[in-house]
């Protein structure tokens, strides 16, 4: 993409998304996970979820993926190939 002019925003800004949504999605299947497990075995998992934890956890896991996606975006877009095949 760097090669056919974008800018680095464009660049970045899908990966970054990625991660978020990522973030997001493990978050959410991780609680589903657990609260269905304790349901169908009938386990006390001490697993109390209520809003303000779910949101803690959601917002932990959001930031974590974006800080992970821009370090990496930073670091792959600051080295550039040795040679292009064309």
């Known amino acids: 993409m760097k090669f056919m002019g974008a800018n680095l925003k464009a660049i970045k800004s899908p990966y970054i998304l990625e991660g978020i949504v990522i973030g997001i999605l493990s978050t959410s299947l ?15 998992l001490n697993y109390t979820p209520n809003q303000l934890n779910i949101l803690t956890q959601i917002a932990a896991t959001t930031l974590i993926g974006y800080l992970c996606s821009k370090f990496t975006t930073n670091k792959h877009l600051k080295t550039l190939p040795i040679h292009i095949d064309e």
């Open 30 to 44: 991780g609680i589903g996970f657990f609260m269905s497990l304790e349901y169908i075995t009938n386990f006390n």
